[in-house]
């Protein structure tokens, strides 16, 4: 058995088991073994009923009392029963579940591990059972909780993965001195730890090493894809002109002095004789789609096409709009165009024709930009929004379209200088750092679980004043992450909160691409009340009217994340909010949380989560998708990312034409990982 082998090589594992793991992308045991838990549980010890603090997980073994009842409530079966100990009583509800009420018998004892919440008695929602004995084998254990579907548990999973380290042998690759240098375990204990660790110590041992493989395959990979992105020479540099001029000076507002210097840097890179490879960071808000028009108002002045390639329909729609505004109001030479995957073959055909003939000069779409039939005319200038949805090879692939063509890349996520300069090489970086002046800062609430009822009466007053609601949960559905929040379970209980007459909908990332366009662009057009969603809506979406972002959990994502999420409120001139319910009340959770409370600067606040995590910490937290590594996190390992840089460059100049003996496996299992780096995130 190697790494290429079918899963359903592995003892236990038919046709079916396989149809279940490849809905997560898993055909191979190699992708198995690369199927990282998402967190580990620590199991606790047990406490009676008098024990339970609200807001924690916690194993409480009690007797059930009496018998489950069950009822309908908008199509949804909710189960309840009471369970005790000589301490107390306590209240347990499930929803969807109605096996349980002939499973859970009268008098029997068991452990039901969950998330305690307020009320009288206390109340656990959907906690896990376990006879006594089966909980007595696991307590003190770390256990691995791995990303699940509909059909497949973590037991399956971990025995699944167990079968197949016995029967495969894994090659070490890196040589002993490299390990050494870089204090990192073998490769095969490191599988072995990351999936069954006895200790915290062996966890984090296991982390390190994987996650130093993942940055140091990927550089190896990205310098290939960066060999041939030299400088490259413009024979018709652009001019500077006066059209940009005159809307700076007809806008109704100013300038930011980080907006003025950066469209300084964005225009002498335009009229350079070299062609422009720019990045632009800023917080979501800090003015970078002015940058864009200006840029795409100075390629149309110049005779020439420029394109903006946005990361969903609804936000390509939201630039389109804006540019044809604004084109309209101040009488610009821009002609812009709408192109993406949903228009229609005819709609498509009638766009190539114009931008073909160059009766378009600036084009705002999504991916459908770089498709073989769009043919543009004189292209010069490439702007992608939120570049991290897309990647070095899309990139170069719209930049190709063109001669000479200028690329501008917009991202919001905080990023370190010293990082963004290792990760984007090829791009100069500016960064703006200032914000636009008369914005209302935000105001934020770390809470527990015992303010979600207050939360939810002042989301239904600023419902009542006309405003919209987002709700974030780390999860899609019930059974992915036992004890964490999901979508489609949380829409359905704010079903059950709230009137008939407020709308809610439930939107996130297994969702078909026109599904989810549709979920969004009602919510734009104020057709939904409350959108409850995953970090799917942490880019592409524009709803000024947007005043309040809850989000459950909020002990599960990284600060930076977290700080992006809220920028998806505040948009317009209501004041908006945000909460952030933290299912774990602990002193260190909540200190790190309200981070958020103190700043609005992103690279403020990813520096200072950093400072404040702990070794535990840096499991279960998800942090910004900037770059979706399996197991390294750009912020939490920087330290590592940059060490396997240095040595990435080390190898390259040592062994320029990949000859050596002493790097054949290494160089052996980049190939085999070619096709699963993802450059679309850098």
């Known amino acids: 058995m190697d790494i290429n082998t079918e899963l359903t090589a592995i003892k236990g594992i ?17 992708q198995l073994l690369t199927h990282y838990p998402r967190d580990y549980d620590k199991m606790e010890s047990t406490v009676t009923v008098s024990g339970l603090v609200t807001g924690r997980v916690c194993a409480v073994r009690a007797s059930v009392i009496g018998t489950p009842s069950t009822k309908h409530v908008r199509n949804l079966l909710i189960t309840t029963v009471q369970a005790g100990d000589a301490t107390g009583l306590f209240r347990i509800t499930f929803f969807g579940m109605p096996y349980l009420r002939n499973m859970l018998k009268p008098g029997m004892t068991y452990v039901f591990r969950g998330v305690c919440q307020e009320g009288k008695p206390l109340r ?11 909980y007595a084998l696991l307590q003190g254990t770390l256990q691995p909780r791995y990303a699940l579907t509909m059909g497949l548990t973590n037991n399956g999973v971990s025995k699944a993965v167990r079968r197949a380290l016995e029967s495969i042998t894994l090659t070490e690759y890196l040589p002993a001195d490299i390990r050494e240098e870089f204090r990192l375990i073998p490769y095969a204990d490191a599988l072995e730890k990351i999936h069954f660790p006895q200790s915290t110590e062996e966890l984090m041992e296991s982390r390190r090493r994987l996650a130093f493989d993942e940055f140091l395959e990927f550089f190896l ?3 290939k894809l960066k060999e041939d992105n030299q400088v490259r020479r413009v024979e018709e540099p652009l001019a500077c002109v006066q059209d940009t001029k005159r809307l700076l000076a007809g806008l109704p507002y100013r300038l930011t002095g980080a907006q003025l210097r950066v469209w300084s840097e964005i225009e002498a890179d335009m009229c350079s004789e070299n062609a422009m490879n720019r990045l632009v960071q800023g917080d979501v808000g800090s003015g970078k789609t002015i940058l864009a028009f200006l840029a795409l108002l100075m390629c149309a002045a110049n005779g020439r096409q420029g394109c903006l390639m946005a990361p969903t329909e609804v936000l390509a729609v939201q630039h389109y709009e804006a540019l044809l505004e604004m084109s309209e109001e101040y009488g610009l030479c821009i002609r812009p165009a709408l192109l993406t995957g949903s228009q229609t073959a005819k709609e498509k055909r009638e766009i190539y024709g114009k931008i073909a003939a160059g009766e378009v000069n600036a084009i705002i779409g999504t991916h459908a930009l770089i498709q073989e039939k769009v043919v543009y005319r004189r292209l010069s200038l490439v702007i ?14 719209l930049a190709d379209k063109g001669k000479d063509t200028h690329v501008l890349v917009m991202s919001a996520t905080p990023i370190p200088r010293t990082l963004a300069i290792v990760l984007y090489g ?22 527990n679980t015992s303010y979600r009822q207050t939360a939810y009466a002042f989301i239904r007053r600023q419902i009542e004043e006309g405003h919209q609601i987002y709700v974030i949960c780390p999860m899609v559905e019930e ?13 359905e209980k704010l079903k059950l909160v709230f009137p008939d007459t407020i709308r809610i909908a439930a939107l996130h990332g297994k969702m078909k691409p026109a599904e989810k366009n549709s979920i969004m662009d009602a919510f734009a057009r104020k057709d939904i009340d409350i ?32 700080h992006q999420l809220r920028g998806r409120v505040g948009r317009g001139d209501a004041q908006s909010y945000c909460i952030f319910i933290s299912g774990n009340d602990n002193e260190q959770t909540m200190k790190r949380l309200k981070i958020l409370n103190s700043s609005n600067d992103g690279f403020h606040i990813a520096n200072e989560d950093l400072k ?36 990435a460059d080390r190898i390259a100049a040592e062994d320029p034409e990949e000859t050596s003996s002493r790097y054949s496996l290494l160089y052996e299992k980049e190939k085999e990982n070619w096709n699963s780096i993802d450059f679309r995130s850098i």
């Open 14 to 30: 038919g046709e079916k088991t396989a149809g279940l793991f490849s809905k997560l992308h898993i055909m191979t045991v190699g």
């Open 124 to 134: 656990m929602e959907q906690p896990r059972i376990y006879k006594p004995e089966e």
């Open 221 to 223: 990979a990205l310098r």
């Open 384 to 397: 992608t929004d939120e570049q991290h949805r897309f990647g070095v090879r899309q990139r170069e692939t």
């Open 426 to 447: 090829d791009l100069h970086v500016s960064v703006l750092d200032e914000m636009p002046a008369g914005r209302k800062p935000i105001k934020n609430c770390v809470v």
């Open 479 to 491: 059974g992915e992450m036992d004890g964490l929040e999901n979508v489609l379970d949380y829409a």
């Open 531 to 562: 959108l409850v969603s995953t970090t799917v809506i942490e880019v592409g979406i524009n709803v000024p009217n947007a005043t309040v972002m809850m989000v459950e959990n909020a002990e599960r994502f990284g600060l930076a994340q977290l």
């Open 612 to 647: 404040l995590r702990g070794p535990g910490d840096l499991f279960g937290i998800r942090q910004s998708g900037l770059l979706d590594f399996k197991i390294g996190d750009i912020y939490q390992d920087s330290d590592l990312l940059l060490s396997a840089s240095s040595l």
